[in-house]
């Protein structure tokens, strides 16, 4: 079974059928400009989904299921993809609608969204962002099995506008997502999970705090992007603010981590604009910044026999 996550930036159906391209507020003020980015743009999304050729698919910032069905009806299938007859997105926490979602090719048992998720819920200690009844995640953990392998999709607290409250967030959600799994599983080290998605750990670190997403490291999870080679692991560059960094990610149980040793990750970097890619990124008729696929690359990881 293949697998594979992809921050697919800003993805959103408009009520005049018009899906949003791969952008943030750096559009083109003229709307036919915009409008023609915005079809390339996601053009070269389904180009890397062609590319991944994954069994499962967790994305990240996908408005809603409408958007979700759109975008596979009329942009990707048409691409030459072959269909994902399962698809999920469900609301999220997240004030402008960007959701968690996943497409499969295989059954999906069962699928679970946490968003209602609190502190008090979970076991949690509240902090001062996030008292005891409120909600932990920022957006959502999706938990979805599909045979003996169950997926924890997530995109946690992005490191701003307050890097300091977003690491205090987002090391919240990362022991929220470890409660999860240790709930889900009697014996977590066991079974057979994968946390994946868009964790927002940035290269730089909060000085003396390490790690936000600390809980779900350590012996708890085998980190398999550690398996390439440290100048390969890159998945996100945004300059001259953001260094290269990689804040997509899989990590896998122990027991997944030892019965598939030899599988390596394999990041996609095609539709990376010139600027995202540093130069080295661009690819498949991606521009400098627009047209591009996303800010984000592709991950992909094989797990044979699955």
């Known amino acids: 079974m293949r697998i594979a996550t992809f921050n697919v930036q800003n993805m959103r159906l408009r009520a005049d059928g018009h899906l949003d391209g791969a952008r943030d507020e750096d559009v083109p003020a003229d709307r036919r400009t915009a409008t023609a980015f915005d079809a390339l743009d996601r053009r070269l999304t389904a180009a890397v989904l062609k590319e991944a050729d994954a069994d499962i698919v967790a994305l990240q910032e996908v408005f809603d299921q409408a958007t979700l069905d759109y975008f596979h009806d009329t942009v990707l299938v048409p691409a030459g993809v072959a269909p994902y007859p399962h698809r999920i997105c469900r609301p999220g926490n997240d004030g402008r609608g ?11 048992d ?6 209602d998720a609190t502190p008090a819920s979970l076991g949690l200690d509240a902090i001062a962002e996030v008292g005891a009844e409120e909600r932990v995640f920022r957006r ?41 799994v240790e709930r889900r599983f009697p014996d977590a080290a066991a079974a057979l999970w994968l946390i994946l998605g868009d964790l927002n750990e940035t290269v730089e670190r909060q000085a003396g705090n390490g790690p936000a997403i600390a809980p779900i490291l350590g012996n708890f999870s085998a980190d398999l992007m550690l ?20 804040p997509d990610g899989f990590f896998a149980s122990p027991a997944l981590a030892r019965r598939w040793p030899t599988a390596v990750p394999r990041v996609i970097r095609l539709g990376l604009g010139g600027a995202e890619g540093g130069f080295i ?14 800010d984000h690359a592709a991950l992909v990881i094989d797990l044979e026999g699955l």
């Open 227 to 246: 398996r390439l080679p440290e100048r390969e692991r890159w998945s996100y560059h945004q300059p001259p603010a953001h260094p290269f960094g990689r």
């Open 110 to 115: 069962r699928s679970v969204s946490h968003a």
């Open 98 to 108: 960007l959701d968690v979602a996943l497409m499969s090719r295989v059954r999906i």
């Open 140 to 180: 959502d953990c999706l938990e979805v099995t599909a045979g003996s392998l169950t997926l924890f999709v997530c995109h946690l607290k992005a490191p701003y506008p307050d890097p300091d409250i977003a690491w205090r967030l987002r090391r919240l959600e990362a022991s929220a997502v470890r409660r999860l």
């Open 281 to 294: 990124g661009a690819g498949g008729g991606a521009g400098w910044h627009h047209p591009h696929a996303s």
